[in-house]
């Protein structure tokens, strides 16, 4: 298997999957924080991470629990996360708990001393089925400068080579800040030695430790996306933005431009086939059960303690407006791109405090038209 390959399965498997008809009934990606505790200090942190487990954190039992509950969902996607979910001393246990109902699982553990071989080792051996590590500088000065710890560079690229030479497919996520805007050309570089199979792009939202002043603005976000397309046309890896759902507006002009499906933009659907947002196809339940559209969206619709998750995620009145698309302010609420787009949601409630105003960092102007 090549190691894009287990990505584009998730990616493709909208024949079987029940959201494939109704992204309202079932959340394609399910991303569980199971714990903020973790060694680094990364100044753009959603989670404002903690040098200490929570006291309130789901239980072994709970989280079991929990895994049973998404698994009755069918998402294409577990995403366990953090924090650094290595904390925990359980999440093997949890992690083959998963794998056992079914669930495709991916795992995104921090760079500290903790991701060694010998865990990569232990997380190919529960079954998890690829791994997602953030790298946000081409090199240790300006890596370990983002991450707070001196080190973490070299224990990145270390963990990176490990798992391709395990066949255990990497997706390196880099946050695209005014601190290394201009070194993303470095970046790519970088990853292309790597073998890896998908880069995933953060637009910053100015939550947790994260500041306004680190994001992009709208014309170097358009610019980021640009760049991106070229490196997506290459075919190497996967490549995809998170919380930057406009990147699927400007791949349809693309396409638009050229009259044909250009390679870049098959590649990209293989990585974003469907609209999915936060609170639409995305739904984040953090350490302590509380149900949220995203991680950067840290507003909750209930808590799974009380509540089954997929009731949370169908019926909360949130849920419900955030997908509802025609609902949305601004020019979000106008575009002819709402559907495929609609503007990020946490990004909106981040600046605004309206989760449904317009996404302020978006350069397009809507025609107003509806498509339908
Ligand atoms: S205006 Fe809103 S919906 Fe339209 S492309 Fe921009 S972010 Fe997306």
Known sequence: MRPSDSFQAAATASAVHPAATDLSLSPWVVIWELTQACALA???????????????????????????????????????????????????????????????????????????????GRIQDAGINRIAISLDGASAASHDRFRGVEGSFAITLAAAREAARRGLPVQVNTTANQGNIAEMPAIRDLLDELGIAMWSVFFVVPVGRAATRDMLNAEQSEELFDFLYATGARGKYLVRTTEAPHYRRYLRQRQAESHRDSPAFRWSRRAAPRGIGDGAGLVFVSHTGEVFPSGFLPLSAGNVRRQPLGQIYRESPMFCAIRDRDRLGGKCGICEFRKICGGSRARAYAMTGDYLAEDPVCAYQPRGLAVQ
């Open 42 to 120: 990364c100044r753009h942190c959603r989670a404002s991470a903690q040098a200490s487990r929570h006291p309130a954190e789901l239980s072994t039992e709970e989280g079991r629990r929990l895994l049973d509950d998404i698994a009755a969902l069918q998402p294409a996607v577990l995403v366990l996360t953090g924090g650094d979910p290595l904390v925990r001393p359980d999440l093997f246990e949890l992690a083959q708990h998963a794998v056992g109902l079914g669930l495709d699982v991916a795992l995104t553990p921090s760079g500290t001393p903790n991701l060694n071989a010998a865990a990569i």
